[in-house]
């Protein structure tokens, strides 16, 4: 299976459009990020596309401020007294990355009762009152079996691995994981080990398994995680399976020269961190007074042999591949939910 790059939006999706007028509804409005964990690569080009996107959104006198705030551990119950404070400090919007689905529910209920719009990216709540803005990520797991049972049509054993535990990211992805090797029953998880969306993890993780795992084919990960991957077979000196990427600097350097050198073959999947920015702007629009559903799902970026080239030549050092989004297009996104 190919996956394109398929955002669904106008290509000018792919750089930062003009962020267009808003109504004035929003020009004393307060935007706060809620983030719970910044400890890879993602998680900065995150936090970097919020802040380019909204110090303009300032700038233009589209919202008074948009802070943002991560906590210094990855634990539910800080982010949740985090959750609090911007309650006491009356920002009119959080905007949250949730170190889990459930466990911040109860802040989030209390923003909403005291009148704050709540939106979720990427690490989402269930918490009803608050809006979500997700990826499938079952589907961006399943798609990753998808591809090798087209590469591999014997099948064979796979390695996993998998990311921050306790997240709703981690959980869906696993999932899709899961249903996608019970959909092509010849392959087989032989382990899987926790990689934290990081390269040195993942690298230790699975250097701790490598002397006692079996062959494998493959290695399905959640992203950030690939290159440790590489990097422990290297060092252990086995061959290297087919290891799906996630869309960082470093895979796409380290693929582009496996590729050159011998013809190596992958594809690599994650979600844009500039998602932050699509959320800036749902909570922007619910502040001016639009209805916007409650659950929006946004497409992943995936790159494939045909595209490495182009992706990499647009992604910076040390960073994601990535897109930014616009006014116009978080437009476009609330009205083709709304259909």
């Given at each position: 299976m190919k996956f394109k790059l398929?955002?669904?939006?106008?290509?000018?999706?792919?750089?930062?459009?003009?962020?267009?007028?808003?109504?004035?509804?929003?020009?004393?409005?307060?935007?706060?990020?809620?983030?719970?964990?910044?400890?890879?690569?993602?998680?900065?080009?995150?936090?970097?596309?919020?802040?380019?996107?909204?110090?303009?959104?300032?700038?233009?006198?589209?919202?008074?401020?948009?802070?943002?705030?991560?906590?210094?551990?990855?634990?539910?119950?800080?982010?949740?007294?985090?959750i609090q404070n911007m309650i006491l400090q009356g920002y009119s919007a959080i905007v949250i990355n949730s170190a889990s689905p459930t466990a911040l529910n109860g802040a989030v209920k209390e923003a909403c009762d005291a009148g704050i719009v709540v939106v979720s990216f990427d690490g989402i709540v269930t918490e009803p009152c608050a809006w979500r803005v997700a990826v499938d990520f079952k589907k961006m797991g399943s798609g990753q079996l998808d591809y090798l049972a087209k590469r591999y049509p014997d099948g064979g054993n796979l390695l996993e691995i998998r990311g921050l535990p306790g997240t709703s990211v981690d959980t869906e992805i696993h999932e899709g994981i899961a249903s996608g090797v019970s959909a092509n029953s010849k392959f087989k998880i032989v382990s899987a080990v926790q990689g934290d969306w990081t390269q040195t993890v993942a690298q230790k993780s699975v250097?701790?398994?490598?002397?006692?795992?079996?062959?494998?084919?493959?290695?399905?990960?959640?992203?950030?995680?690939?290159?440790?991957?590489?990097?422990?077979?290297?060092?252990?000196?086995r061959p290297t399976p087919t290891i799906i990427l996630g869309n960082r600097e470093d895979e796409l350097r380290w693929w582009k020269s496996q590729k050159d050198a011998s013809g190596y073959e992958t594809m690599s999947v994650s979600i844009a961190p500039g998602v932050s920015t699509l959320a800036f702007w749902v909570a922007q629009q619910i502040l001016d007074g639009q209805t916007v559903p409650k659950d929006l799902v946004v497409p992943f970026l995936a790159i494939d042999q045909g595209t490495l080239e182009k992706s990499l030549e647009t992604t910076e050092a040390g960073g994601v591949a990535n897109v930014e989004y616009s006014l116009d297009d978080a437009k476009k996104v609330i009205a083709e939910a709304g259909k």
């Open positions: 398929a955002i669904g939006l106008s290509a000018a999706v792919l750089t930062m459009a003009s962020a267009g007028v808003a109504s004035a509804e929003t020009a004393d409005k307060t935007i706060a990020l809620s983030n719970n964990y910044a400890g890879n690569s993602w998680r900065q080009a995150m936090l970097t596309s919020w802040k380019k996107i909204t110090d303009k959104a300032v700038a233009d006198g589209i919202v008074k401020s948009a802070d943002a705030f991560t906590t210094a551990e990855n634990q539910a119950t800080e982010q949740a007294a985090q250097a701790g398994v490598l002397p006692s795992l079996a062959d494998v084919v493959g290695v399905v990960t959640q992203g950030g995680d690939g290159f440790g991957a590489a990097e422990a077979f290297k060092a252990a000196g």
